[in-house]
């Protein structure tokens, strides 16, 4: 199973991004997908999760400006990041709870990050 996280880039200040993340493989079924950040010098950080029924979490410092969202027949899950300010500045990093084919079992997978960098 590989997860390829894609739509980093340089934002000004109060600019959008989406971000994108697509699992492939032997893939029988995809819990939890998630998004987490990790800025220079910072531990990584969950940014926001969504479960296969669609439920949300978000961290306080992205609610109301992150929408995370999941496409299931395309093992995608999305990050739309608009009001975006300078201390979002970070690799993102994508996550998938996966059930690989012949497996009963869920393992997490990260996939490689994408750097979003927010500055004038």
């Known amino acids: 199973v590989q997860l390829q996280a894609s739509g980093g880039g340089l934002v000004q200040p109060g600019g959008s991004l989406r971000l994108s993340c697509a699992a492939s493989?032997?893939?029988?079924?995809?819990?939890?997908m998630g998004w987490s950040r990790q800025a220079p010098g910072k531990q990584r950080e969950l940014v926001a999760r969504?479960?296969?029924?669609?439920?949300?979490n978000y961290a306080d410092s992205v609610k109301g400006r992150f929408t995370i969202s999941r496409d299931n027949a395309k093992n995608t899950v999305y990050l739309q990041m608009n009001s975006l300010k300078p201390e979002d500045t970070a690799v993102y990093y994508c996550?998938?709870?996966?059930?690989?084919?012949?497996?009963?079992?869920?393992?997490?997978?990260w996939g490689q990050g994408t750097l979003v960098t927010v500055s004038s």
């Open positions: 996550n998938a709870a996966v059930r690989a084919v012949g497996s009963i079992y869920y393992t997490n997978h």
């Open positions: 969504i479960t296969s029924g669609g439920s949300t």
């Open positions: 493989g032997s893939i029988f079924n995809i819990n939890v």
